[in-house]
């Protein structure tokens, strides 16, 4: 007979972890604005203090991923250095410093009989997030979920694994050290693909859960869960120059929105030219990107009017590059370019580059996606650049929240009502 002594030790499962984040909840949904300030502050400066082992994390990361053979893109999404360490730390102070949303009145009255009502802004409870080769989501989506409220389950994919384990365990210890419940931060990584799972079929512990990576794993994330999903689409992004476009505008905007950051899901993919603007623009605009290195893929017209252009085919329309490549395409009107948009479309964000007035308005009207421009580049849509510190990513359907997800996309709503003893007839 086993004595009691010698009795293992219980098997921790994913759905321990789960539960222990949502009694946390209740814990963080009681929190003081100044509360969740002292907190996230105490995880910027766990951040600053062990950048150097977060680095030698992130560089075993790295080096397993060359290996792997991963890709540059996913390389470059999933690089620290010095400078993206320093960044995370003040996007947390950044998040820190957003009006608190939580108790934010947002609507009311009083009925006839009395009663008063108020819709007022209330955390979701737990966030669950499932991303992939991005460590700097990691502390952005706890410290936004924090700062609204909310306990966060983080499945961060094999790819960052060292750097995800470091990142979780600062920040759990940096709550600890404020008197906040660390189990407030989990992460199911250690489980792999079932702790995945236990996140799609959370019901009861996820309150909201999160995709963020290649359209493979947000389908998957999507079609498999049974609990709430805010989706984040793939960039299929475009940008249409009209026969207004200065040259130079049409020039800089381009080339920025495809070169900054090639693997980003903001990065231009497709570029659409006005008939009547072609002869003009196609030339310098194709150059200019040919010079920082990228490939052209054009149908005949664009071929016509550049040198060194790939033939492009019909994938290249539908095509998430997350590289130095784009496809241009030459339409007779803007009613082509914007029936294109419609078809190749994900959502996400489009430009129109025109001093058209006329023209700027109808694309900014007309174009059904998260993000809608006139004369800007495409790598504006982005949580920090809107002012929200952070991003959870960019919601590309329409129900919760559409676009990027900053604090206020990361709470619910519920009605209080305050009566002075009445009663239903």
């Given at each position: 007979?086993?004595?009691?002594?010698?009795?293992?030790?219980?098997?921790?499962t994913?759905?321990?972890?789960?539960?222990?984040?949502?009694?946390?909840?209740?814990?963080?949904?009681r929190?003081?604005?100044?509360q969740?300030?002292?907190?996230?502050?105490?995880?910027?400066?766990?951040?600053?203090a062990?950048?150097?082992?977060?680095?030698?994390?992130?560089?075993?990361?790295?080096?397993?991923?060359?290996?792997?053979?991963?890709?540059?893109?996913?390389?470059?999404?999933?690089?620290?250095?010095?400078?993206?360490?320093?960044?995370?730390?003040?996007?947390v102070?950044?998040?820190?410093?957003?009006?608190?949303?939580?108790?934010?009145?947002?609507?009311?009255?009083?009925?006839?009989?009395?009663?008063?009502?108020?819709?007022?802004?209330?955390p979701?409870?737990?966030?669950?997030?499932?991303?992939?080769?991005?460590?700097?989501?990691?502390?952005?989506?706890?410290?936004?979920?924090?700062?609204?409220?909310?306990a966060?389950?983080?499945?961060?994919?094999?790819?960052?694994?060292?750097?995800?384990?470091?990142?979780?365990e600062?920040?759990?210890?940096?709550?600890?050290?404020?008197?906040?419940?660390?189990?407030?931060?989990q992460?199911?990584?250690?489980?792999?693909?079932?702790?995945?799972?236990?996140?799609?079929?959370?019901?009861?512990?996820?309150?909201?859960?999160?995709?963020?990576?290649?359209?493979?794993?947000?389908?998957?994330?999507?079609?498999?869960?049974?609990?709430?999903?805010?989706?984040?689409?793939?960039?299929?992004v475009?940008?249409?120059?009209?026969?207004?476009?200065?040259?130079?505008?049409?020039?800089?905007?381009?080339?920025?929105?495809?070169?900054?950051?090639?693997?980003?899901?903001?990065?231009?993919?497709?570029?659409?030219?006005?008939?009547?603007?072609?002869?003009?623009l196609?030339?310098?605009?194709?150059?200019?990107?040919?010079?920082?290195?990228?490939?052209?893929?054009?149908?005949?017209?664009?071929?016509?009017?550049?040198?060194?252009?790939?033939?492009?085919?019909?994938?290249?329309?539908?095509?998430?590059?997350?590289?130095?490549?784009?496809?241009?395409?030459?339409?007779?009107?803007?009613?082509?370019?914007?029936?294109?948009?419609?078809?190749?479309?994900?959502?996400?964000?489009?430009s129109?580059?025109?001093?058209?007035?006329?023209?700027?308005?109808?694309?900014?009207?007309?174009?059904?996606?998260?993000?809608?421009?006139?004369?800007?580049?495409?790598?504006?849509?982005?949580?920090?650049?809107?002012?929200?510190?952070?991003?959870?990513?960019?919601?590309?359907?329409?129900?919760?929240?559409?676009?990027?997800?900053?604090?206020?996309?990361?709470?619910?709503?519920?009605?209080?009502?305050?009566g002075?003893?009445?009663?239903?007839?």
């Amino acid at each position: 007979m086993t004595s009691p002594d010698l009795a293992p030790a219980p098997v921790e499962t994913a759905q321990d972890r789960l539960a222990r984040a949502k009694e946390a909840s209740r814990e963080v949904a009681r929190l003081t604005s100044g509360q969740k300030e002292q907190a996230l502050e105490a995880i910027a400066r766990a951040i600053e203090a062990d950048a150097g082992r977060i680095i030698a994390a992130n560089a075993r990361d790295i080096r397993r991923g060359r290996e792997d053979g991963i890709g540059d893109a996913l390389v470059d999404r999933l690089r620290l250095d010095e400078k993206r360490v320093a960044s995370l730390a003040s996007a947390v102070r950044e998040v820190a410093a957003l009006p608190d949303p939580i108790g934010q009145v947002l609507g009311g009255h009083r009925m006839p009989n009395g009663v008063a009502l108020e819709q007022v802004r209330v955390p979701f409870g737990v966030v669950g997030a499932i991303y992939e080769a991005r460590p700097n989501v990691t502390v952005d989506i706890a410290a936004l979920a924090l700062r609204a409220g909310n306990a966060v389950v983080l499945r961060g994919g094999s790819a960052a694994k060292e750097s995800n384990t470091v990142l979780v365990e600062l920040m759990r210890e940096a709550l600890a050290s404020v008197g906040v419940d660390r189990e407030a931060i989990q992460t199911v990584d250690d489980f792999g693909r079932d702790g995945a799972k236990a996140l799609m079929h959370g019901r009861g512990f996820i309150d909201v859960l999160v995709p963020r990576g290649s359209a493979s794993l947000i389908e998957t994330v999507v079609t498999e869960s049974t609990v709430p999903v805010i989706e984040t689409g793939a960039g299929v992004v475009h940008i249409v120059l009209d026969e207004s476009a200065p040259l130079d505008w049409a020039r800089d905007i381009v080339v920025n929105a495809k070169v900054q950051r090639p693997s980003v899901c903001n990065a231009v993919e497709t570029v659409l030219v006005l008939k009547d603007a072609a002869p003009r623009l196609v030339p310098v605009v194709a150059e200019a990107l040919q010079h920082e290195g990228v490939t052209v893929h054009g149908d005949e017209a664009v071929a016509q009017l550049a040198a060194d252009v790939v033939p492009a085919t019909d994938q290249d329309w539908s095509t998430e590059y997350l590289s130095l490549d784009i496809s241009m395409k030459v339409v007779d009107t803007l009613d082509d370019a914007l029936a294109h948009i419609r078809r190749y479309s994900t959502g996400h964000t489009e430009s129109i580059i025109t001093t058209d007035s006329r023209n700027a308005e109808r694309f900014l009207a007309e174009v059904d996606s998260a993000v809608v421009m006139a004369n800007a580049s495409t790598r504006f849509t982005d949580g920090a650049e809107f002012g929200f510190g952070a991003e959870v990513g960019i919601s590309t359907q329409k129900l919760h929240t559409r676009g990027p997800m900053g604090v206020s996309e990361l709470t619910s709503t519920k009605w209080l009502a305050r009566g002075t003893g009445q009663t239903r007839g």
